[in-house]
């Protein structure tokens, strides 16, 4: 298991729904890792910065 994959599986856990890969896909898997142990840390969950009435 790689450590990306660890990361989802503890965001996953942690906040009961999964990290938004998808959202990040032309990130490298260095910024997803980093936005991962960002949320872990904080205690919140991703935030894409999206106005509310954006259609993610």
């Given at each position: ?35 991962i142990r960002r949320c872990l840390a904080t205690?919140?969950?991703?935030d894409p910065g999206l106005p509310e009435d954006?259609?993610?």
């Open positions: 298991m790689t450590e990306l994959d660890q990361l989802m599986d503890e965001y996953a856990e942690r906040f009961d729904d999964q990290f938004p890969r998808m959202m990040m896909m032309s990130e490298p898997d260095e910024a997803v890792i980093a936005a205690g919140q969950p991703f954006a259609i993610a």
